[in-house]
């Protein structure tokens, strides 16, 4: 699918955890040079903490209505001297110990009275108003997506598909109505890895809505592009995100989604979806990857030149530098081994195993693989160093590639971590999978 295509996969259900989601926040060799952190703490939880509100307000209870929680930036570097809960010093000088309790117990009585009188008077209310329940305690709870129900391989009645895998699918709808399962059905049954939860998944799909009998869009479409996620990680629509875990890459499946296992009760309006239509998908799984995967196959040393590259299987390659060799001036590349799989593009979502070493040692300074968790992140989006933006382009799912990369086009004269100011460096990349993302 192009990107202003409308994906079908949607966004999950729930929040993604990160440590199953997309790794982001592990970019290799640290954040890029202007990079800076901020504690987030959204207006919200600043008032519950502190009891803050505006004039006719009640604080914001949990579970009430939402009011605008846009995050905002708060941070402090001045810690607050110790006090105590009336915000005297905590032994004043001059002070005993019977004056600090009758202090303390003289601010508590004020403080009551203070809130007495604001109960009171505010938005000129009277005592009556006071005594009433609260509002945000007597409130019904707030209305949650209907769950999602169990998956089933048959229905009292199904669509008919026809095609290859691989292929755009022919999808006929029935003249009945769906009875509202949820179906998962294996048409063709692959011999790849099977599909576990937290795998990261590629998949092409052909789908109609059932109760229109139109087509939604496919990734087949005009030279679009699989559908990348992991799966089981609520990071698309059940349909898709659940429908494929325990299958095989190379299967192709049919499922029928009612609504709470596709866009719910609010529908998706710019692809003409309504609240209450099933949907149908026929969803061939391209490609299945562990978290920790890597690439096999043929291993063509590098060349003269080049910093040597041992393959230690699934923990962090050993990288032996070129002695006395100059500083690179201009990004290199070799591939290790050469991937049978589609060329990456520009924009694609690529997921990636690597180790980063610095050219003049050969010593390692972040590794994927130590993590156990594959990397992914936008080709060409400026997401990471501009060496591995421009070295992975065009390169084939699954190879392996080395990247001899240029101060200039790494951390540059900042340096970052255990890179030291105008370091090049020496990655060993291998390309898991690409799509979109």
């Known amino acids: 699918m192009t990107e202003k295509t409308p994906s079908p996969g949607g966004a999950g259900t729930a929040a993604n955890d990160s440590s199953a989601g997309d790794p982001a926040a592990s ?38 209505t939402k009011t605008d929680d846009t995050p905002q930036i708060f941070a402090s570097t001045v810690r607050r001297g110790d006090t105590s809960e009336a915000g005297y010093d905590e032994n004043p000088p001059g002070v005993g110990r019977l004056g600090v ?103 092409d799909y052909t789908a109609k809505d059932w109760n229109t009998g139109k087509d939604i869009p496919s990734s087949y479409d005009n030279n679009g592009k699989p559908q990348i996620f992991q799966a089981g990680t609520d990071a698309l629509i059940p349909a898709l995100d659940q429908a494929v875990v325990g299958k095989k890459a190379g299967s192709r499946i049919l499922v029928v989604a009612p609504p709470a296992a596709a866009f719910g009760s609010q529908g998706k309006s710019d692809m003409s979806i309504g609240p209450k239509d099933d949907l149908i998908f026929v969803i061939d799984i391209r490609n299945s990857s562990a978290p920790d995967a890597v690439v096999s196959g043929t291993v063509t040393p590098p060349p003269a030149g080049f910093p040597q590259v041992k393959d230690n299987g699934k923990k962090p ?43 003049k040692d050969g010593k390692v300074f972040d590794s994927s693989l130590s993590k156990g968790q594959a990397f992914s992140f936008p080709v060409g989006g400026g997401q990471v160093i501009q060496g591995w933006d421009q070295g992975l382009v065009g390169q084939t799912v699954g190879s392996r590639v080395e990247l001899v990369i240029p101060a200039a086009l790494a951390y540059g004269d900042k340096g970052q971590g255990d890179i030291p100011p105008n370091a090049p460096l020496v990655f060993v990349v291998d390309i898991l999978d690409a799509g979109q993302g």
Not at 44 to 53: C, E, M, N, R, T
Not at 111 to 138: E, I, M, Q, R
């Open 101 to 203: 309790i009758l202090g303390t117990v003289l601010a508590v009585l004020l403080a009551g009275s203070a809130v007495t009188l604001y109960l009171v008077n505010k938005d000129g209310s009277t005592s009556d108003t006071a005594a009433k329940p609260d509002a945000a305690k007597s409130a019904p709870p707030t209305p949650t997506a209907d769950p999602v129900p169990p998956i089933k391989d048959s229905a009292k009645v199904l669509p008919t598909v026809a095609g290859d895998f691989g292929k755009k699918a022919e999808i006929q709808v029935p003249g009945e109505a769906s009875d509202g399962s949820f179906v998962v059905k294996v048409l063709s049954e692959g011999t790849g890895p099977k599909v576990d939860k937290n795998s990261w998944t590629s998949v």
């Open 27 to 64: 970019r290799p060799g640290g954040p890029l040079p202007g990079d800076g952190e901020s504690i987030v703490v959204p207006p919200s939880i600043l008032k519950q903490q502190a009891g803050w509100a505006q004039p006719g307000q009640q604080p914001r209870a949990t579970g009430g």
């Open 317 to 359: 390659a050993e990288i032996t530098p070129v002695s006395g060799a100059a500083d690179p001036t201009e990004l290199k590349t070799h591939v290790l081994i050469q991937g049978t799989g589609p060329k990456v593009e520009k924009g694609e979502k690529v997921v990636v195993q690597y180790t980063g070493a610095l050219f």
